[in-house]
């Protein structure tokens, strides 16, 4: 369908883009040169602080007061940008370029109604009438399949969900059916079932409208599914670009392969693999390396690196940056372990004594009333944001806790922790019951339960060096002089692989990979029994992912602590539990140890979630079996199955009625939460298609 | 949007009887004997204790505080100890003073200010922003009565004497005076308050004009191929208008009874002078009078200012209460 001999919708060549800062020009893109066809979908993969965005936004002549474009040409449908006044720019963008941002809820104006937002687009660029341009927002709307979108219209963006937000982004984008589309991680923030159907409805427009597209994005997973073609992007510069079949299959560049190597697949268990994480960490401004910019972080980088690598190209349209890229091709692979090699796992299960045990826990948050309600004497509502939670840990065990945003996960955690009221049921630690509230635990209980965050950046005090970011817990918790705690403080950094001179710097002297060191560093300082992780690697890159999940498994290898580790990635938590839980609408649907997890039946809410996961191997294009609608409201919860409301496996009736029984089977540790029985799921489903769920 | 309005209502009516207690408290702490002060020094005890019980000041001081209150809710606000004339016709004609001088001050001053802050804002670190923060920011730091004197020199007594129209140096003004009859004399008071407010209000429009234009949805507009005018009037304004709107209530507030200053350089006859003048004379009435009517204007101000609020931002109107 894509004819390589037709011109470029856009044809990037040698740009450079450069960026003032103090006075001193610095460049963030260097002599990048790809182009797009069109109806192409070309990836640009790179990490954060890659220039991916910097040339988005260069593309769009967008880039602000202090950046520029220092040389190049951009030339869309043949007119290079780069000569364009401001004026003339503006002509193009809604004409011929859009873009769908990351961020769908603040690239919103708050206080317009959506449909006056895209109306507003056929107004004043195409000259439309009022009513006809609000007639055409509803059929864009329409078209981006959102359900009742006459309603919509009316709405503000706050009053819809992140991807209803998203699809109002795309239909704006869309409605001047622009020549070229550039996205930005416009599914970043979305939960794993929403992205999927974003990604879905996103190709067919893609597709059905032949534009030319640039997606940018920092996930693998999504290029693979995605994108015909992508481009690598590390540093500024294109070390890489090849079709998708053979960027995956035969990575060629060391960084491209430390990529895929790093990113743990559904099925990688910490049992049987290594995660493989890049050294070292990617250059920042007015720091770029001379000779090749990956050479400081490169397993095969020699003394020929110290000079410019060329740009390669080899015969199937493939090109890569390295000077060794030949060796590199043989070096791949990712290091599996021998069999066996856990101690852990040679204790059963049965004798390990539980850590800690939920019975019965519910959480709910009690609304305001309004005013009409007070005076009709309504009942008071609440968000049952968890319900009726039974989840036991055993020590020195992993439990990971998958659901999407508004499952109840962190509510779980933050109920463990002290920090809300539980509404029912019970918490005991080692088999003592946990009080409510933080203030009225023994700091012995505080010790042992500790927490890592979801955002490295906010959860260190910026005016204290990291010393005493880990002095603090063991002066406190364990009751240490300053100076005994000053001593331990060079040890907690060895263990989370930091050098010892760290203790001296403030956490904004650091990347956000090593403030995540530093939390994990400071959460174990007081010995703890139980760490709860968070989402603590969904805001990072994925190379320091892979090094902190490590980093988890070692320091709980050497400390035998337990993990309740929340996430919403299934392969992360995969690679890191014992045993998963899977909640949603806060109750638990179906629980099982990792391996079992992974095969049939699955509850359908976990099928779902697993389909929806985008294919890390191009020929796995992922099993359909969407997920309807959206996760319902938490204070208006449906009846009988809290998931019949969106199960695509729907029996009748009965899910809407009557509560579903567990359901398990002798000889597999899974039980889940449903009317369906286990032989008549399993028959329905089978093993998923195109997962590796074992490796070698 | 109608709760919400009746819920900051009953917040209006709380703030309103919370401080009619601290001003009933604050006039019966003050020294000296209300009877003593009606009577003058030379008064009998007999007269005094006549006084007393006349004026309730034997009951106990809830009571006292119910019964002035169910008083002045009627319309019943006494008579003034100095004048000897009926407070509520009084005040009510400075009130209305007041009130004409605030609202002709925010015609001048909100439209000025909001424009010169938009147009700071919206050209950054240009000459146009340095020039409006220099300009508006010299004014400010001149105490009114060195603006309001330099007014009356310039656009009274200069113009006079080159014989042109001029503007009237004393601002007092009939009390039947209708508004066009006293628009002169307002003019220069007016301008005087304006100068005062100006660079406030531009400036914190203008910190309001960046940071909306930092935002994604801003970056979204331009790129729908929006013409810039249709940007900054329908996308940045609304937003970044929000935090200037409750800048501007208070300010109403302090135009009704601040203008202590301004009132007396122009001789102009409104609350503020009303208020000095009480306290002058130890006229307790008349002080509770104009402190209770200054504090009913400030919350109706405030309460404007949150409707216009909630109307211009859609996440207070539809998350509270709906």
Redesign the interface.
């Known amino acids: 369908m894509i004819n390589e001999k037709t011109a470029p919708a856009l044809n990037i060549k040698d740009l450079c883009v450069a960026y003032q800062q103090e006075g001193e020009w610095w460049e963030a893109v260097h002599e990048v040169s790809l182009q797009i066809q069109p109806g192409e979908i070309y990836g640009l993969v790179g990490e954060s602080g890659s220039g991916k965005t910097t040339l988005a936004l260069a593309v769009l002549r967008y880039l602000g007061k202090n950046g520029m474009i220092r040389q190049g040409k951009i030339e869309l449908s043949g007119v290079d940008l780069v000569q364009l006044q401001p004026a003339e720019m503006r002509k193009l963008w809604g004409h011929q370029m859009a873009l769908i941002p990351q961020n769908p809820q603040s690239s919103l104006n708050p206080a317009m109604r959506v449909g006056d937002q895209i109306a507003e687009v056929y107004r004043h660029t195409q000259d439309m009438e009022t009513g006809e341009a609000r007639h055409k927002a509803v059929e864009m709307l329409r078209e981006v399949n959102i359900p009742d979108p006459g309603r919509v219209t009316l709405s503000y963006p706050h009053q819809l969900s992140g991807g209803m937000q998203q699809r109002v982004l795309i239909a704006m984008a869309l409605s001047s059916n622009p020549s070229l589309l550039i996205l930005d991680e416009p599914t970043t923030n979305l939960d794993v079932t929403t992205q999927a159907t974003i990604l879905d409805l996103l190709r067919s427009l893609i597709e059905q409208r032949q534009t030319a597209a640039l997606y940018i994005t920092h996930n693998l997973a999504v290029v693979a599914q995605m994108c015909r073609r992508a481009g690598v992007l590390y540093a500024g510069r294109l070390v890489e670009e090849a079709f998708i079949n053979e960027l995956f299959a035969r990575p060629l560049h060391p960084y491209t392969q430390g990529l895929l190597e790093s990113m743990p697949r559904l099925g990688d268990h910490k049992d049987s693999v290594r995660l493989r994480a890049i050294e070292g960490r990617a250059p920042v401004f007015g720091d770029i390396p001379s000779g090749c910019v990956f050479r400081p972080r490169c397993p095969i980088a020699n003394e020929i690196c110290e000079t410019n690598p060329p740009l390669s190209v080899l015969p199937e349209g493939r090109k890569v940056r390295c000077h060794r890229w030949e060796v590199s091709l043989n070096e791949a692979g990712r290091s599996h372990l021998p069999d066996g090699r856990s101690d852990r796992n040679t204790t059963e299960k049965h004798q390990l004594q539980p850590l800690l045990s939920l019975e019965g826990v519910s959480v709910h948050y009690p609304l305001k009333r309004s005013l009409r309600e007070v005076v009709r004497r309504e009942p008071k509502r609440a968000v049952r944001a968890v319900e009726g939670m039974d989840l036991k840990i055993l020590s020195g065990q992993t439990l990971g806790l998958v659901g999407e945003s508004g499952s109840g996960k962190s509510t779980l955690a933050r109920a463990t922790l002290g920090v809300v009221d539980k509404t029912a049921g019970t918490i005991e630690l080692l088999g003592i019951q946990l009080p409510d509230k933080l203030s009225r635990r023994t700091l012995d209980t505080l010790r042992k339960v500790q927490s890592v965050f979801q955002n490295p950046e906010e959860a260190l005090n910026p005016y204290l060096t990291v010393g005493e970011i880990l002095q603090r817990p063991m002066m406190t918790l364990l009751g240490w002089s300053r100076q005994e705690a000053i001593g331990r403080v060079p040890d907690l950094l060895r263990a989370v692989r930091l050098p010892a001179m760290y203790a001296e710097r403030l956490p904004t002297q650091l990347s956000g990979g090593e403030k995540q060191r530093v939390a994990i560093a400071r959460a174990s300082a007081a010995k703890p029994n139980l760490l709860i992780c968070d989402e603590p690697v969904s805001a990072l890159d994925v190379s320091v992912q892979a090094s902190i999940l490590n980093l988890l498994e070692d320091l709980q290898a050497e400390h035998g602590n337990s993990l309740l580790f929340i996430s919403h990635d299934m392969a992360v938590v995969g690679f890191l539990a014992d045993t998963i839980a899977v909640i949603y609408l806060g109750e638990l649907v179906e629980i099982a140890e990792t391996g079992d997890l992974f095969k049939s039946p699955y509850h359908p809410y976990t099928e779902a979630l697993l389909s929806a996961i985008p294919g890390t191997k191009v020929e796995s294009r992922r099993v359909a079996a969407p997920l309807v609608g959206e996760i319902p409201s938490p204070i208006e919860k449906p009846g009988g199955c809290p998931f019949h409301s969106r199960c695509p496996r729907l029996v009748g009736e009965i899910c809407k009625r009557q509560p579903p029984p567990w359901q398990s089977q002798q000889g597999s540790s899974k039980r889940y939460l449903c009317h369906i029985p286990w032989e008549e799921l399993q028959a329905q489903q089978g093993d998923i298609q195109g997962f590796e769920i074992s490796r070698g | 949007m109608l709760?919400y309005s009746?819920?900051r209502l009953g917040f209006l009516l709380l703030t309103v009887l919370l401080t009619s207690v601290i001003i009933f408290s604050v006039t019966q702490w003050l020294p000296g004997d209300v009877c003593r002060i009606i009577l003058g020094r030379e008064a009998g005890e007999k007269a005094l204790d006549a006084c007393r019980q006349d004026l309730g000041l034997e009951a106990p001081l809830p009571v006292q505080y119910l019964r002035w209150l169910a008083d002045f809710s009627g319309g019943d606000w006494g008579q003034s100890f100095s004048t000897r004339t009926d407070i509520f016709p009084l005040v009510m004609q400075r009130l209305l003073n007041s009130l004409r001088l605030a609202v002709l001050t925010l015609l001048i001053s909100v439209p000025l200010a909001v424009g010169l802050g938009v147009l700071a804002g919206l050209n950054e670190g240009k000459l146009v922003d340095n020039l409006i923060s220099i300009g508006s920011l010299s004014v400010v730091g001149l105490p009114e009565f060195v603006t309001g004197i330099l007014l009356i020199q310039l656009f009274s007594f200069e113009l006079r004497r080159w014989g042109l129209p001029s503007l009237p140096a004393n601002s007092s003004i009939r009390p039947e005076a209708g508004f066009v009859e006293s628009l002169p004399s307002l003019i220069l008071p007016a301008i005087t308050a304006t100068l005062v407010l100006l660079a406030y209000i531009a400036r914190l429009t203008r910190s309001g004009v960046l940071e909306e234009m930092k935002?994604?949805?801003v970056?979204?507009?331009?790129?729908?191929?929006?013409?810039?005018h249709?940007v900054v009037v329908?996308?940045i304004l609304?937003?970044a208008l929000l935090p200037t709107i409750t800048v501007i209530a208070i300010s109403f507030g302090w135009l009704i009874s601040g203008l202590v200053v301004i009132e007396n350089v122009f001789n102009y006859p409104g609350l503020g002078r009303l208020l000095v003048f009480a306290i002058d004379r130890r006229d307790l009435p008349l002080m509770q009078a104009v402190a209770l009517v200054t504090v009913v204007g400030f919350a109706l101000a405030n309460l404007v200012a949150d409707l216009v609020y909630a109307l211009?931002?859609?996440?207070i109107r539809?998350?509270?209460?709906?």
């Open positions: 709760g009746l819920r935002q994604s949805y970056r979204t507009a331009d790129l729908k191929g929006l013409p810039r249709i329908r996308h609304p937003n211009l931002n859609p996440r539809y998350t509270e209460g709906n």
